[in-house]
Structures are given as C-alpha cells and as structure tokens.
C-alpha cells in the first residue's frame, strides 16, 4: 500500500513536475536513426513529420525556459493541479549544467524538452522515493517535461524518456531514476509507466497538489531496448 504523506518534509518535491497532456496512439516503440549536427547527435522519430531529439545544452536554456513557461500558463488556465513550474531560469540552468536534459526539435525550433537532474534529497526529495540513502549519489530525479499543444499525440514526451534513459544506462552511472507525476494527468503517467517507473508513493506536494512518487531501477546491463 502507499503511504500517504504530507507535512513539511514533503512540502516540496520538486520546484516543477513531468507534464505533457499528449493523447496517445496505440502503436509501439520507435528506432531511431541517427544523423550528426554541428556535434550533436539527432535521432529522427518521424520522417513524416520531421521531428527530431538530441541531447540539450546550456545554449537552449532560453527556448527551454519560454517553452515552460508557455506551457505553464496554458496549464494554469486549463487545470493548475497539473503542472508546477518556476519562473526563475536559473534553476533550469542548474538541470542543464547538471542533469542529462532532452530536447525535440522541428524546424530549428524547441518544441518539447525534458530535464532532469541528480538526486540531492532537496525538502526531503529522496526519502520520498523509499531508495536506500546508500544509492542517493546513483539516483537521477526526472523533474519536467513539457510538450507545446500544437506537437501532442506524438509520444514525444516518451519518446524524450526514453532518449534519456538510454544515454543514462550507456553512462552506467545512475542506478534509479524517480520523478513525480499528478494522479489525474493520465498522458504523462502513462508515459513514465510505459518506460517502466513504478508507482511507490503519494504525497501532497506543491502547497497541497497531490502527486504520484515514481522509480526506476536503471539498466546496468551493455544492451537496453528502445
């Protein structure tokens, strides 16, 4: 059974959490295939629809940051319980400079991004998770993800997981990853599920807005299916 936690420890799991609202199609998986750009590897997900994923940088900090924000207030407006984000850039920064961060791209342009950033225990972050303080230094927290409505019914944000669990198992660094997801939106809960986290917890979290606690144990194996 999951605990039901609330109180000053849990006040605060995430300044932001994973969010996307996508409508899904019944198809599976995707292989991507790769291209070089200026550096960065590009994996295209969708020839009929040009998109493509890499790895983000400290460079795409503002587009990150105008796309959270887009997405942020469209949320308010639609249903404020499911998605938190901050107005502050320099804590994104801090994701990109420490986390392992994914961005989809169409047309040069940013139109959904994921950033993650390792576990620290922040407001109790950690305890939450139920992983042994042993591995605290080998657990990455996935905090958010965001899609711009017009891009939703891609999988993009799934597909931007799993880009970022497969770099994270090629790094044999991480041995769990954990992220937060609001109960009701079903699009983003469905996307972590389907990457294989589990449901180990529930909190009220962001001054009141209850959220599932998610975990995943990393591959540490040479081989990972995408």
Request: aromatic share 8%; hydrophobic share 35%.
């Amino acid at each position: 059974m999951m605990k039901q936690l609330d109180g000053s420890k849990a006040a605060m799991l995430t300044e932001v959490a994973i969010q996307d609202d996508e409508t899904f199609k019944p198809e599976g998986g995707f292989v991507p295939e790769t291209e070089g750009l200026q550096g960065q590897e590009l994996y295209n997900i969708d020839e009929a629809v040009d998109i493509c994923l890499r790895m983000a940088t400290e460079n795409d900090l503002d587009e990150i940051f105008n796309l959270i924000q887009v997405v942020g207030k469209e949320m308010d407006c639609k249903n404020n319980e499911l998605f938190a984000y901050s107005k502050n850039s320099d804590t994104y920064l801090h994701m990109l400079k420490t986390g392992s961060c994914a961005v989809a791209i169409k047309d040069d342009k940013i139109i959904a991004s994921l950033l993650t950033r390792p576990e620290d225990n922040r407001d109790g972050v950690f305890d939450l998770s139920g992983i042994s303080k042993t591995f605290m230094p080998n657990t990455i927290e996935f905090v958010t993800s965001q899609v711009l409505k017009e891009y939703r019914g891609n999988k993009l944000e799934q597909r931007l997981i799993n880009f970022v669990l497969t770099e994270l198992n090629k790094s044999k660094h991480y041995k769990y990853a954990i992220c937060t997801v609001c109960p009701d939106n079903k699009a983003s809960l469905k996307s972590v599920e389907n990457n294989n986290f589990k449901i180990c917890n529930k909190a009220n979290l962001y001054g009141g807005k209850t959220r599932y606690v998610l975990i995943k144990e990393l591959d540490t194996t040479n081989e990972h299916n995408v």
